[in-house]
């Protein structure tokens, strides 16, 4: 029997750039719904509604994968995805604890706890903030506009298009500079796009993105240069190269090369993989 050829609006539809605009519409019309909807509703059910939401973006990015560019989604198989995303809680907590320890032995930190916090408040809300971000922005950084660049260019150039546009999304938050958008290219662009080409899969980079927000935000430390009311406060000493200034840890020398060190090697596993 013969197959069809596809017309020309299905072979519109299945070119890379437009499913990958057209996703990332869907996925930010998502955040924003959920953005408007946390706004009224406070303490466990906030969480609940970003969990809900958050389940409802990646059904929104399937969709689009399976009826708009009519391809597979093994990046989101449900096999071994309780573990993958373990794989990346882990992996992200070790670099910023590391991160911050090393800052900290450089004398860049210092932390006093915060007589008023209340703990169960701040790690719901650090939970919440970091779990929308984690599975927003891997949908659509490393889901949608990594695969769709990688398709027509390759991995190499797909990576670097992916940083350089992840570092110049974050240069309108508060405390943001040229270094820091440049610091974010590599340690968080680089290494975010690093695990998935390695483990092939986003559950991995969501719970690394993941662990890395919510660690930052329970600790006090300004994420990506938005404040954190964090379990601690957290005095900055020293110089900003150190310390990352106002824009926080992610702007800290410290954090862009110990983030190479991990997305290297990740990098060669990933290329050794490459059938």
């Known amino acids: 029997m013969k197959k069809t050829r596809p017309n020309n609006i299905e072979r519109l539809l299945r070119f890379p750039i437009t499913w990958m605009l057209v996703g990332a519409a869907a996925i930010i019309l998502v955040q924003g719904l959920m953005l408007v909807l946390t706004e009224r509703v406070e303490g466990v059910g906030s969480l609940l509604l970003t969990l809900l939401l958050s389940l409802a973006a990646i059904l929104v990015y399937k969709l689009i994968m399976k009826s708009v560019a009519q391809r597979p989604i093994p990046e989101l198989s449900g096999q071994h995805a309780g573990v993958e995303a373990v794989r990346g809680i882990i992996t992200g907590a070790i670099f910023i604890a590391v991160s911050t320890l090393i800052i900290v032995l450089l004398g860049g930190y210092s932390f006093q706890w915060a007589v008023a916090a209340d703990p169960v408040s701040i790690l719901m809300t650090s939970i919440e903030t970091a779990l929308s971000a984690a599975i927003i922005e891997e949908l659509v950084f490393r889901g949608l506009m990594l695969q769709a660049i990688q398709k027509l260019g390759g991995s190499w150039i797909a990576l670097a298009i992916t940083s350089l546009t992840f570092g110049a999304f974050h240069l309108g938050n508060p405390g943001a500079t040229i270094w820091s958008a440049f610091a974010i290219t590599l340690e968080a662009g680089v290494l975010l796009g690093a695990a998935f080409l390695w483990r092939r899969n986003l559950w991995f980079a969501m719970g690394l993105h993941f662990a890395w927000n919510a660690l930052e935000a329970a600790l006090g430390i300004p994420v990506s240069g938005l404040p954190s009311a964090g379990l601690f406060t957290v005095k900055a000493n020293g110089a900003a190269w150190l310390t990352g200034g106002e824009f926080g840890l992610e702007g ?24």
């Open 252 to 275: 800290s020398i410290v954090t862009v090369i110990l983030g190479l060190v991990i997305a290297i090697p990740m990098l060669i596993r990933a290329a050794r993989k490459r059938p």
